[in-house]
């Protein structure tokens, strides 16, 4: 199992920043993908960022040229820093965690943490 602990939401006004970050722990893996997914009252849950353990990285449409994603991949962590939020960012980040090994691949999610933006 490998459990993760989100930190960083918040209430912000419209045009402001935050920033996420994720801690996981337990059986990690080498090989991993490491993101964030958001899910808007009434809407389904959306990928925002992920990054793989080589680096590789990608956004949703809404975030690109706002948010960036990176890790510490010594530390198994990832932070998610959000720029020019709108009120439609506004929704419960969701931390993830997909371990690969031989066996297979397992998801891992975190327990959200609320983002709220005011207009």
């Known amino acids: 199992q490998v459990q993760l602990v989100e930190s960083g939401g918040g209430l912000v006004q419209a045009g402001g920043s935050l920033r996420l970050s994720c801690a996981a722990s337990?059986?990690?893996?080498?090989?991993?993908?490491m993101g964030w997914y958001r899910q808007a009252p009434g809407k389904q849950r959306e990928l925002v960022a992920i990054?793989?353990?080589?680096?590789?990285?990608n956004y949703a449409e809404s975030v690109k040229g706002r948010c960036t994603i990176s890790r510490d991949s010594a530390k198994n962590t990832v932070r998610l820093q959000m720029n020019s939020l709108k009120p439609e960012d506004t929704a419960v980040y969701y931390c993830?965690?997909?371990?690969?090994?031989?066996?297979?691949?397992?998801?891992?999610w975190g327990q959200g943490t609320q983002v709220t933006v005011s207009s």
């Open positions: 993830n965690y997909i371990s690969v090994d031989t066996a297979a691949a397992r998801t891992y």
């Open positions: 337990g059986s990690t893996t080498s090989i991993n993908i």
């Open positions: 990054i793989s353990s080589d680096g590789t990285t």
